[in-house]
């Protein structure tokens, strides 16, 4: 079974600051990793996905994320927070587990993350 | 312009009447699939569907029920709604082909209560 732990509910960071949002996975076989974006009152949206090759993934908005499988992470970061990214992220993952978990993405908890100017 | 779009966006009703929220994507994706979003639970699977007449529990099934007579609709029903079930639900589509590793598109979310 997989799970994904987001530590952290609440992230807060000044204009400019590097944005760190951490997530562990736990998957039994080797997993296709998200992160989504929920801007206020809208649906959630794809900012980046590691599915295999290079672990470096960069997605939409300036963001990237690293997997480690050493460490079961997959965390995202942005070089320089900016006011439009303050949103909730969710790290999700889904895996190939016999056929019995078609397309199910199991979400982290999810962050806040607040942007000071 | 490719979308999910669901109704209504937002549902006051009582315990016990009956609700369907809808869902239609022009995408013509064989996958569907329902989410609830409950705050420090991050987003939970209640149904999904592979293609049309083909659907199957989620994680958290119970006072739902599904239906997918056409490939582009895919209507969440409760039947007898309960206050438990206040919370705010998706619905997401994507390509079967890969669907595994391929981005869900998400519809816009609809905030229910249940009083």
């Known amino acids: 079974a997989q799970s994904v732990t987001q530590l952290g509910s609440h992230v807060s960071v000044s204009e400019g600051a590097l944005v760190l949002l951490r997530c562990n996975y736990s998957?039994?076989?080797?997993?296709?990793l998200f992160w989504y974006v929920q801007y206020p009152n809208q649906g959630l949206q794809l900012l980046l996905k590691?599915?295999?090759?290079?672990?470096l993934v960069k997605g939409i908005n300036g963001f990237e994320a690293e997997f480690k499988k050493s460490e079961t992470s997959f965390h995202l970061t942005k070089p320089s927070a900016h006011m439009s990214d303050a949103a909730e992220y969710f790290c999700?993952?889904?895996?190939?587990?016999?056929?019995?978990?078609?397309?199910?993405?199991?979400f982290g908890q999810g962050t806040i993350l607040t942007v000071h100017p | 312009e490719a979308q999910v779009t669901q109704n209504p966006r937002y549902l006051i009703t009582v315990t016990g009447k009956k609700l369907t929220v809808t869902c239609s994507q022009n995408m013509n994706h064989e996958y569907m699939s329902w989410y609830r979003q409950d705050p420090g639970l991050g987003l939970r699977q209640i149904y999904y569907s592979m293609n049309v007449e083909v659907t199957d529990k989620g994680d958290v099934p119970e006072g739902y029920k599904v239906s997918r007579k056409e490939k582009r609709n895919f209507p969440l029903i409760l039947e007898s709604p309960s206050p438990n079930q206040t919370s705010l639900y998706f619905c997401?589509?994507?390509?079967?082909?890969?669907?595994?590793?391929?981005?869900?598109?998400f519809g816009p979310g609809t905030r229910l209560t249940v009083l």
């Open positions: 998957s039994s076989v080797p997993p296709y």
């Open positions: 999700a993952v889904s895996e190939d587990a016999g056929g019995t978990s078609y397309g199910k993405l199991t």
């Open positions: 590691y599915t295999t090759g290079a672990t």
């Open positions: 997401a589509s994507s390509s079967r082909t890969g669907f595994l590793y391929n981005e869900q598109f």
